[in-house]
């Protein structure tokens, strides 16, 4: 079964730092989002990427966070100065086509911890 | 009123149980609507999609009630392995429910 790759899957920093979260979609889909989720909190819609554009975004993905799919495979999501509430568990996903009518396969996840 | 709404639970079934899950949404506009399963410290893994008519997937069935915007899920004969945390998704995935625990017990 097709999956969608996070690397990696836990990743320290420290505050302040920059951090690039990394994420291969399964291949023939054409559409990419980003989700955060704080431990022991819901899962949160951060962006959705589509023909090299971002299509939506929520409140929390302000100008510190930044999207990016430098080639034809990996989608990136870029943190800058990151603060101590930027940790929680990141997710990728990604759908064949948008929304509203389709399911998304997630990857595993990137753990992020800032210190 | 919260977007999505779910009964966090945790529900405690013994094995072979029927047990269901309600999900209330605010948004009447809203068009499309999912139950995804997500075990601890694991992605969100899509159960299925929820159909004006109701659907069914083995043990599973999904139902919508757009007069009253919720929608529901239903178990039948619950395994050790149905054990999670059941999201209520609306608008493909746009916003996730807090999150129903459910745990089968033998």
């Known amino acids: 079964e097709p999956e969608v790759t996070q690397t990696p899957s836990h990743q320290v920093t420290q505050m302040g730092q920059e951090v690039i979260l990394r994420c291969v979609p399964i291949?023939?889909?054409?559409?990419f989002y980003w989700y955060r989720q704080i431990l022991g909190q819901k899962v949160e819609f951060l962006v959705s990427?589509?023909?090299?554009?971002?299509?939506?975004k929520s409140e929390i993905f302000d100008d510190q966070f930044s999207v990016e799919r430098p080639d034809g495979s990996n989608f990136t999501l870029k943190i800058r100065s990151t603060k101590l509430e930027d940790s929680a568990m990141y997710f990728c996903?990604?759908?064949?086509?948008?929304?509203?009518?389709?399911?998304?396969?997630f990857g595993s996840g990137t753990r992020l911890t800032v210190v | 009123r919260k977007e999505v709404e779910q009964d966090p639970g945790p529900f405690n079934v013994p094995e072979g149980a029927t047990v269901a899950f309600n999900c209330t949404y605010s948004?009447?506009?809203?068009?499309?609507f999912f139950w995804y399963r997500q075990d601890c410290r694991k992605e969100p893994k899509l159960l299925m999609s929820?159909?004006?008519s109701g659907n069914e997937d083995g043990r599973f069935t999904a139902q919508l009630n757009r007069a009253s915007q919720y929608i529901s899920l239903l178990i039948r004969d619950s395994k050790l392995s149905d054990s999670a945390t059941y999201l209520c998704v609306v608008n493909g995935a746009l916003t996730f429910g807090q999150g129903t625990i459910l745990t089968v017990h033998p």
């Open positions: 948004n009447s506009a809203s068009q499309s």
């Open positions: 291949s023939n889909h054409l559409y």
């Open positions: 996903a990604s759908s064949e086509r948008g929304r509203p009518n389709y399911g998304y396969t």
């Open positions: 990427f589509y023909n090299n554009e971002i299509s939506e």
């Open positions: 929820v159909y004006s």
